[in-house]
Antibody, heavy 116, light 112 residues
């Protein structure tokens, strides 16, 4: 069965960077895009960007341009999302989700807390 | 960016009764390939979102048939024919026709 398993919760200080991983199983990793979506506590969903695991091509929401980097390691079927220059407003649960158009499978989420 | 507007934001429903959620986009979601990339997601408390419906009306694998989607262009609807206790949560519409992908604000479905 398709699974996306994310790395564990992180606590970071303002100005630091965080790198969240998303390990895929149950399908051919390079056949589907990976998108990243975040959700602040009690808030809605916010799309951050996408990555094609086959080519490595990426596209980011303008809001995160210059601060986010999406990469992958195809040998271990894992996608990564790194967010830099963290601020308190980046405190949220970060999700990876599969698909170019449709988030048909979602990771369990990774809570990133930014606090001094 | 395409703005997605959902109504209502809260929907108290009696068990066994129907529920309906509307989603309106600020511009047409019809893609040049003829498809309309409008999806509905369900998020139960403490859980990640789950895909219910894609391309307006296509139920995803394992989704009960009490969930149905309809609409066209800029106006879309999710209907639950008979609400069950497990349907409690927040429902989001999402467009994937254009970048950036955007979501509605969410509609909270709760039992009266």
């Amino acid at each position: 069965q398709v699974q996306l398993v994310q790395s564990g919760a992180e606590v970071k200080k303002p100005g630091a960077s965080v790198k969240v991983s998303c390990k895929a199983s149950g399908y051919t990793f390079t056949s589907y895009d990976i998108n990243w979506v975040r959700q602040a506590t009690g808030q809605g969903l916010e799309w951050m960007g996408w990555m094609n695991p086959n080519s490595g091509n990426t596209g980011y929401a303008q809001k995160f341009q210059g601060r986010v980097t999406m990469t992958r390691n195809t040998s271990i079927s894992t996608a990564y999302m790194e967010l830099s220059s963290l601020r308190s407003e980046d405190t949220a649960v970060y999700y990876c989700t599969r698909g170019t158009r449709v988030g048909d499978y979602w990771g369990q989420g990774t809570l990133v807390t930014v606090s001094s | 960016d395409i703005v997605m507007t959902q109504t209502p934001l809260s929907s108290p429903v009696t068990l066994g009764q129907p529920a309906s959620i509307s989603c309106r986009s600020s511009q047409s979601l019809v893609q040049s390939d003829g498809n309309t990339y409008l999806s509905w997601l369900q998020q139960r408390p403490g859980q990640p979102p789950r895909l219910l419906i894609h391309k307006i009306s296509n139920r995803f694998s394992g989704v009960p048939d009490r969930f149905s989607g309809s609409g066209a262009g800029t106006d879309f609807t999710l209907k639950i024919s008979r609400v069950e206790a497990e349907d409690v949560g927040v429902y989001y519409c999402m467009q994937a026709t254009q970048f950036p992908r955007t979501f509605g604000q969410g509609t909270k479905v709760e039992i009266k």
